[in-house]
């Protein structure tokens, strides 16, 4: 099994806030990121697809493809976006970076033939990221 990931990036805002909360229990959990009117991220998203090269291409699957793919599905969805009101697929969703990559892999797990969807890493800060493999 050969493992291969295309990274990308994107630049969006976002509010963490949860509505069924009080102002003051969202500031407790969220802090900062509570902001009412957002703050930005620069995030770099790492998809990873695993499978085996096969004789006749020596490719788990076009990188160009996958970049493609991520771009078309993803990226265009979401970069210079707020992530709490321009975003159809994050509706009544808390845009946590776990809860992003959860959506990532909903939408691409179908869009990814020939190698399987092994892992999205969503690099919020150089500092936190986050992986799913989709278990
Ligand atoms: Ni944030």
Do not use: Q
């Amino acid at each position: 099994m050969v493992y291969i990931t295309r990274k990308e990036h994107f630049s969006s805002s976002h509010r963490l806030y949860n509505p069924a909360w009080s102002d003051e229990r969202n500031w407790e959990t969220y802090g900062k990121c509570n902001n009412p009117n957002g703050h930005g991220h620069n995030y770099d998203i790492e998809v990873t697809v695993a499978g085996d090269p096969p004789a006749e291409t020596g490719m788990v699957m076009d990188l160009k493809k996958l970049s493609d793919l991520i771009n078309m599905h993803i990226i265009d969805r979401v970069d210079h976006k707020h992530l709490n009101l321009d975003v159809d697929f994050l509706r009544g969703v808390i845009p946590t970076a776990e809860n992003m990559a959860i959506a990532f892999w909903k939408i691409l797990e179908k869009e990814i033939h020939g190698g399987k969807l092994y892992s999205i890493k969503l690099n919020e800060s150089n500092n936190n990221f986050v992986e799913y493999r989709g278990e």
